[in-house]
């Protein structure tokens, strides 16, 4: 018996997705890896741009589900290099880190890491399957992506609105330069490998570039109201920021290939896992925290 065709159904939703793919450009019907790249990473950084602008309570909510999203990622690759973390308690840990910060500042951030710590211990006693080095790659992933990512909870905190919103997208807009200008003029120059073996699409020219970003982008900074830095500062905190955003991503990288994958996930076309785009800024969170908290530019308040 023929099975009816649901286009050819006039009171169906077949003929209207069929009017809908007529009415669409033919360059939007097969996009391009680059127009799937640009697409997606457009959402991405629309959502961000927007939570953390808004205020603290969205700012945190967005890096609780970057923290989390990422920490099962990276939970998912370690398995497949005969790991065996606790998926469970590494990912709660991960989002609970900048949602403790919000609460309680630096103590909240304590009170998560101590109670990960015993948490783990007490798996590891009575599942007799755990080993050591399960204990410490579940606490080493909610630390790298919850416990560091906090760092721009801090920064978000120290300064009223919208300041504090405007200093955390700048340091957020320091490492997308980072990473554009390292593509873009690594894509086009690049001839010298930085680092073959871990990443050998990455450059020497778009390493030197990546940093000039990162140092405009801080020098930026100065100009925000309630930052109180220097143009020598500014720069200084640029290229060590920069250097961290580097070795973010070659560390990733790293975790990658050793785990024999080439994205960390699919829940970004064209671009990969969060993980992967999120990388760079672990790192560049808590360094831009300490080197802002510790230089005087902004105000101590968790």
């Not at 680059?34 to 939570?51: D, H, K």
Request: net charge positive.
């Amino acid at each position: 018996m023929a099975v009816d065709d649901p286009n050819d159904n006039p009171g169906g939703t077949g003929r209207i997705k069929k009017f809908a793919l007529d009415k669409t450009p033919k360059k939007l019907k097969n996009p391009t890896d680059i127009q799937v790249r640009f697409r997606t990473g457009f959402v991405y950084i629309a959502i961000s741009v927007v939570c953390i602008l808004v205020n603290d309570i969205t700012t945190m909510v967005l890096l609780a589900a970057t923290a989390g999203i990422s920490a099962g990622e990276f939970y998912y690759m370690l398995r497949s290099d005969a790991k065996l973390p606790n998926e469970l308690l590494g990912i709660i840990a991960a989002i609970l880190y900048p949602i403790s910060v919000f609460f309680f500042g630096l103590n909240g951030a304590l009170i998560v890491s101590v109670g990960l710590l015993i948490a783990l211990i007490a798996w590891y006693v009575f599942w007799t399957r755990a080993r050591v080095p399960d204990v410490g790659v579940s606490f080493f992933g909610a630390a790298y992506t919850g416990l560091l990512l906090s760092g721009i909870m801090v920064v978000r905190m120290s300064l009223p609105d919208p300041w504090g919103g405007v200093l955390v997208l700048a340091i957020f807009l320091s490492v997308w330069a980072n990473d554009t200008f390292a593509y873009l003029i690594g894509r086009k120059f690049g001839k010298h490998k930085l680092a073959p073996r871990t990443s050998p699409k990455k450059s020497w020219e778009g390493f030197f570039a990546g940093l000039v970003g990162s140092m405009v982008v801080w020098y930026a900074m100065t100009y925000i109201p309630g930052v109180s830095m220097d143009v020598a500062q500014a720069l200084s905190f640029g290229l060590i920021c920069g250097l961290m955003g580097v070795l973010g991503d070659l560390a990733e990288s790293r975790i990658k290939r050793n785990s024999g994958f080439k994205d960390s996930g699919t829940i970004m076309p064209g671009h990969g896992g969060l993980l992967d785009r999120t990388d760079s800024l672990f790192l560049v969170s808590v360094t831009s925290a300490i080197l802002l908290l510790v230089g005087g530019c902004i105000p101590f308040v968790v």
